[in-house]
C-alpha cells in the first residue's frame, strides 16, 4: 500500500483524526446512549482508536494502537466513498427514539468533514461511510 496515494480531492493533505458516532434515545438509565469510535492520527504521535461507550456518566474509553498504513487505507476508503461530498449534511425529523449518526474527519492541511442524520431515510453515502468507517476501526480494536 502506498503511502503517497492520499485522497484525491486534497493532494498532499493526511487524515489526522476521523470518527463515527451513534446516539441511541429513549433507552433505559443503564444502556448505552451513546458509543464511538474515533482514529487519532495527529502528525508526529503514533495513530491510535479509541472506542467509547456512554450509560449516562462519563464515557468509558479504550485505547487500541493503530499504524500509519491503517490510516493511509482508511483515508483511501474515505477518498474512493467521495466522504468529503457529506460535509455539511444534516438531516432531522421528528421522531420518538432512534438513533443519530455522526461522522467527522479532520485533516492535516485543515479540511474538515463534518455529517449528521437523525432520519428514517438518510443518504445512502452517508449511511455507506459511517459503516465503513465503523467497520474499519472497529477491526482494529479486534487485533491481538
Avoid at 52 to 79: H, M, N, W, Y
Wanted: charged share 25%.
Amino acid at each position: 500500500l502506498s503511502l503517497l496515494g492520499f485522497a484525491q480531492d486534497a493532494p498532499g493533505e493526511k487524515l489526522i483524526y476521523c470518527s463515527c458516532a451513534a446516539r441511541h434515545y429513549g433507552l433505559p438509565v443503564g444502556e448505552i446512549s451513546r458509543s464511538y469510535y474515533e482514529l487519532i492520527a495527529d502528525e508526529g504521535t503514533a495513530p491510535k482508536v479509541v472506542y467509547a461507550v456512554e450509560r449516562g456518566a462519563e464515557p468509558e474509553k479504550e485505547e487500541f494502537p493503530a499504524t500509519a498504513e491503517d490510516v493511509a487505507q482508511l483515508q483511501q476508503i474515505l477518498s474512493d466513498l467521495n466522504a468529503s461530498a457529506l460535509n455539511g449534511y444534516k438531516e432531522e425529523e421528528s421522531m420518538a427514539g432512534g438513533v443519530s449518526y455522526r461522522i467527522y474527519m479532520e485533516y492535516s492541511g485543515g479540511k474538515k468533514v463534518n455529517a449528521t442524520w437523525y432520519t428514517h431515510n438518510p443518504k445512502k453515502v452517508a449511511v455507506k461511510t459511517y459503516y465503513a468507517i465503523l467497520n474499519f476501526l472497529s477491526a482494529i480494536t479486534q487485533r491481538k
